[in-house]
């Protein structure tokens, strides 16, 4: 499985962004997109998830209510919606993928290459 993570770059506080994770090779039986970033000198924290079959999504409290997620399962690609963006989510953003809606890291198989955001305030 080999997932590409895009749409990342330079915004102004206040402002939205979208980042987009296509997913390739042998998807099948992969439950589960996540969501995680990772800060300058900071470990990588979850952001979210979206399950692909039902579409339920998951947040982590940082980011509910500003961020969102969404799939086009034909395209096996997952979108994250980034509204009301602050300085703190300046991050490098990853996508990866697995079998269950967990928070850790270590509970997902495949990882895309990052994508990074910076917001300017």
């Known amino acids: 499985v080999q997932l590409q993570a895009s749409g990342g770059g330079l915004v102004q506080a206040g402002d939205s962004r979208r980042l987009s994770c296509v997913a390739s090779?042998?998807?099948?039986?992969?439950?589960?997109m996540g969501w995680f970033r990772q800060a300058p000198g900071k470990a990588r924290d979850y952001v979210g998830a979206?399950?692909?079959?039902?579409?339920?999504?998951y947040f982590d409290d940082s980011v509910n209510g500003r961020f969102t997620i969404s799939r086009d399962n034909a395209k096996n690609t997952v979108y994250l919606q980034m509204n009301s963006l602050k300085p703190d989510d300046t991050a490098v953003y990853y996508c990866?993928?697995?079998?269950?809606?967990?928070?850790?890291?270590?509970?997902?198989?495949?990882w895309g290459q990052g994508t990074l955001v910076t917001v300017s305030s």
């Open positions: 990866a993928a697995g079998r269950g809606a967990g928070k850790g890291a270590n509970e997902y198989l495949y």
């Open positions: 090779g042998r998807t099948f039986g992969l439950g589960v």
């Open positions: 979206i399950m692909w079959s039902s579409g339920h999504t």
